[in-house]
């Protein structure tokens, strides 16, 4: 989640910087007051787990819009930098957009990259990590023709350990907040922001959620066990094991087992921006199949549900 930045978040940036692995050069809190007051800067938070995990920067330089981040090195290898990056550059619409990078900084030509930067020239320039010249790479970003010039997903998937494998116990497990059990298998950061996968058991019985629309995801479901049944629009959809059903993004539609036996589906959303929803959902105990009575509930969901582009609708007549 990227929010605005706020002098509280300066700090936080403060004692990162002061990091003498991670950089050393003398953060200054003045500096980043000057950056706060300059409105010609594009600066945003970003926030992870509940913490500041560090920022992203778009600013004008030589007559170029540059794009820069830092990250808390707490949070390194966990694909956050991929993940900010990707839904900033789907807010600073500018292009071209252009970096730089220390040649010998492959972790960040690498974020660079997955976002679509590709190296145009390289330089010599002043790294204020190191306090010494270095040489860097110059990278571009261009718009593609003919398509948004909006990037809502990285462009490929981890392959530090050549593959991801996750076996049959692993996951994180989660109470699923229409009940029953939910694993996340693949977290975004698993796929370098293109999808997540968790593995769902509906009970016997259960309604599923108010019908709902996903603004920024397609959402798939393929059946693993029993039989599951789905609205999608006005059509009505009984699915058996082995049965895939796909909702498009902006599509009304409500998952439900109205049978006697759970049903197990593995529900894949694509892109990036979805495993957290089920975590906070349970976390907060959102009311997600009832409309709550409480105002107080219904201010708490609606600004829970707008962070994720999920939105309540009706459905037409079947």
């Known amino acids: 989640m990227l929010r605005d930045v706020t002098e509280g978040d300066l700090p936080v940036f403060f004692e990162q910087q002061l990091d003498r692995e991670a950089n050393r050069m ?3 809190m003045a500096r980043w007051r000057g950056i706060l007051a300059d409105g010609t800067i594009t600066k945003k938070t970003i926030h992870f787990d509940g913490s500041v995990a560090g920022h992203v920067l778009s600013f004008e330089s030589s007559g170029k819009r540059e794009v820069s981040y830092w990250i808390g090195k707490r949070y390194w290898g966990r694909g956050i930098a991929t993940r ?3 839904t900033f550059l789907g807010q600073v619409e500018e292009r071209p957009l252009h970096a730089r990078a220390a040649k010998d900084n492959t972790a960040s030509i690498r974020v660079l990259e997955k976002c679509a930067f590709a190296i145009r020239g390289e330089d010599e320039g002043f790294s204020n990590a190191r306090g010494v010249e270095v040489e860097e790479f110059i990278l571009e970003l261009q718009a ?7 990037f809502e997903r990285s462009v490929a998937m981890r392959t530090e350990d050549a593959g991801v ?33 968790h593995d769902n058991t509906i009970p016997p019985g259960s309604p599923g959620p108010r019908p709902h629309i996903h603004r920024h995801h397609e959402e798939a479901f393929y059946v693993l066990e029993g ?10 959809i009984t699915a ?5 059903v796909v909702v498009p993004r902006g599509v009304v539609h409500q998952p439900s087992n109205p049978g006697t036996e759970p049903t197990r589906v593995l529900l894949i959303f694509s892109p990036a921006g979805m495993d957290r929803f089920f975590e906070e959902a349970a976390e907060g105990r959102m009311p997600l199949q009832a409309e709550p009575e409480d ?22 007549p079947s």
């Open 144 to 150: 593609n023709a003919g398509s948004s010039p909006r």
């Open 227 to 236: 039989e599951f049944t789905m609205r999608v629009g006005a059509r009505r």
């Open 240 to 244: 058996p094991a082995g049965s895939f």
């Open 295 to 316: 105002p107080a509930v219904r201010e708490r969901l609606a600004a829970f549900t707008e962070r994720y582009g999920y939105e309540f609708a009706e459905l037409p």
């Open 84 to 86: 900010a990056l990707s």
């Open 165 to 197: 494998f996750v076996g049959p116990e692993d996951g994180k497990a989660l109470v699923n907040p229409i009940g029953g059990r939910m694993v996340a298998k693949l977290r975004d950061e698993d796929t370098g922001g293109a999808y997540s996968i």
């Open 26 to 28: 003398a953060a200054s």
